[in-house]
């Protein structure tokens, strides 16, 4: 029998990439390695969750007590997210693309001299629909990587998205963000903000799930208030 301070809830993480197909041999992708997200995933289920685990393209092997669901683009991420629902916590530590190539071409495209001009569309907005989605979790958790002015760009984020807490760093230093065993991250959320490490990701994971609780928690006790 499962037991810790999260047993009894039913977690879902999205972790690492995703790649958006050009060409048969070309995608577009970025460089989460996904540990963050594995490391959430592995402390939930420490602590005693019930947890699921999307990833995109990460070689990273399957956390102890963990399901896992491999998903490629953004759209498949999409998909397994809303049809992981119902869910209590959802931690959305993937790097999800923005944007698509409009088109995927048939066959590999040949080199010339001028220019290549792709068109590309947006990509479904897991965080923002997941929060007002009628069978929203819970808690709504999301991530912002930034380059700079970290705090006010995850803040917009925030209340943008209408999330109930944010954990942004900032990425392109050394020794922190992507590809990284360390990180730091600010978390923001109603009642303030706050700064985690830098640290291990996997120490920073049950930092940040110690916050997670705590805002399950006060939810809890404002629904009992209301209620």
Same mark, same amino acid.
């Given at each position: 029998?499962?037991?810790?301070?999260?047993?009894?809830?039913?977690?879902?993480?999205?972790?690492?990439?995703?790649?958006?197909?050009?060409?048969?041999?070309?995608?577009?992708?970025?460089?989460?390695?996904?540990?963050?997200?594995?490391?959430? *995933?592995?402390?939930? #289920? $420490?602590?005693?969750?019930?947890?699921?685990?999307? &990833?995109?393209? %990460?070689?990273?092997? =399957? /956390?102890?007590?963990?399901?896992?669901?491999?998903?490629?683009?953004?759209?498949?991420?999409? *998909?397994?997210?809303? #049809? $992981?629902?119902?869910?209590?916590?959802?931690?959305? &530590?993937?790097? %999800?693309?923005?944007? =698509? /190539?409009?088109?995927?071409?048939?066959?590999?495209?040949?080199?010339?001299?001028?220019?290549?001009?792709?068109?590309?569309?947006?990509?479904?907005?897991?965080?923002?629909?997941? &929060?007002?989605?009628?069978?929203?979790?819970?808690?709504?958790?999301?991530?912002?990587?930034?380059?700079?002015?970290?705090?006010?760009?995850?803040?917009?984020?925030?209340?943008?998205?209408?999330?109930?807490?944010?954990?942004?760093?900032?990425?392109?230093?050394?020794?922190?963000?992507?590809?990284?065993?360390?990180?730091?991250?600010?978390?923001?959320?109603?009642?303030?903000?706050?700064?985690?490490?830098?640290?291990?990701?996997?120490?920073?994971?049950?930092?940040?799930?110690?916050?997670?609780?705590?805002?399950?928690?006060?939810?809890?006790?404002?629904?009992?208030?209301?209620?």
């Amino acid at each position: 029998m499962s037991t810790g301070d999260l047993c009894g809830l039913r977690i879902v993480v999205s972790a690492g990439t995703t790649y958006e197909d050009m060409v048969p041999v070309h995608f577009l992708g970025n460089r989460s390695s996904g540990h963050m997200g594995f490391a959430m *995933a592995t402390a939930a #289920a $420490a602590r005693g969750a019930e947890v699921m685990l999307i &990833a995109g393209p %990460v070689q990273l092997a =399957t /956390p102890e007590g963990v399901m896992r669901t491999d998903v490629r683009s953004a759209a498949q991420m999409h *998909a397994a997210v809303f #049809a $992981a629902l119902p869910c209590d916590i959802y931690i959305g &530590a993937a790097a %999800v693309a923005d944007y =698509t /190539p409009a088109q995927v071409s048939a066959s590999k495209s040949k080199k010339s001299d001028g220019p290549l001009t792709l068109t590309f569309v947006r990509t479904r907005d897991i965080l923002a629909e997941l &929060a007002v989605d009628p069978r929203r979790p819970r808690l709504v958790v999301g991530f912002a990587a930034e380059t700079d002015d970290v705090e006010a760009y995850a803040r917009d984020k925030l209340v943008r998205k209408k999330l109930d807490l944010i954990a942004a760093n900032r990425v392109g230093v050394p020794g922190s963000g992507f590809e990284s065993e360390d990180n730091a991250l600010l978390l923001i959320d109603a009642t303030g903000t706050r700064a985690l490490g830098p640290a291990p990701k996997t120490q920073l994971a049950h930092s940040l799930l110690d916050e997670v609780a705590a805002g399950l928690k006060r939810k809890f006790l404002d629904a009992d208030r209301h209620g």
